[in-house]
């Protein structure tokens, strides 16, 4: 199945293109060797072959969420300038 000049041609209109006489031959050349190509494929003998969403395996990479101690809150207070209620205060930006 080729496409045809007029297909191009309205492909081009629904993209808002205007193409000149030699693009529009290109692009109908193209676009039938596309179409082409994708009929060649669709003869593929996949009879047995399981649907992938990868082609890949699939493997969590993220680490286990374990819990750990982290740092001495009062230590890292001491070095605020300003704070209340176990945290450090800030100047208010937003009326």
């Given at each position: 199945?080729?496409?045809?000049?007029?297909?191009?041609?309205?492909?081009?209109?629904?993209?808002?293109?205007?193409?000149?006489?030699?693009?529009?031959?290109?692009?109908?050349?193209?676009?039938?060797?596309?179409?082409?190509?994708?009929?060649?494929l669709?003869?593929?003998?996949?009879?047995?072959?399981?649907?992938?969403?990868?082609?890949?395996?699939?493997?969590?990479?993220?680490?286990?969420?374990?819990?750990?101690?982290s740092?001495?809150?009062?230590?890292?207070?001491?070095?605020?300038?300003?704070?209340?209620?176990?945290?450090?205060?800030?100047?208010?930006?937003?009326?």
């Amino acid at each position: 199945m080729s496409v045809s000049k007029e297909e191009v041609l309205h492909i081009a209109s629904l993209s808002r293109l205007n193409l000149t006489e030699q693009e529009l031959e290109k692009y109908t050349n193209d676009l039938s060797n596309i179409v082409d190509y994708a009929n060649e494929l669709s003869k593929i003998d996949i009879e047995g072959v399981k649907p992938t969403a990868h082609i890949l395996d699939i493997k969590n990479v993220f680490r286990k969420d374990n819990v750990e101690s982290s740092y001495d809150r009062e230590r890292i207070l001491q070095n605020a300038p300003t704070k209340a209620a176990g945290c450090i205060t800030v100047p208010k930006v937003v009326e």
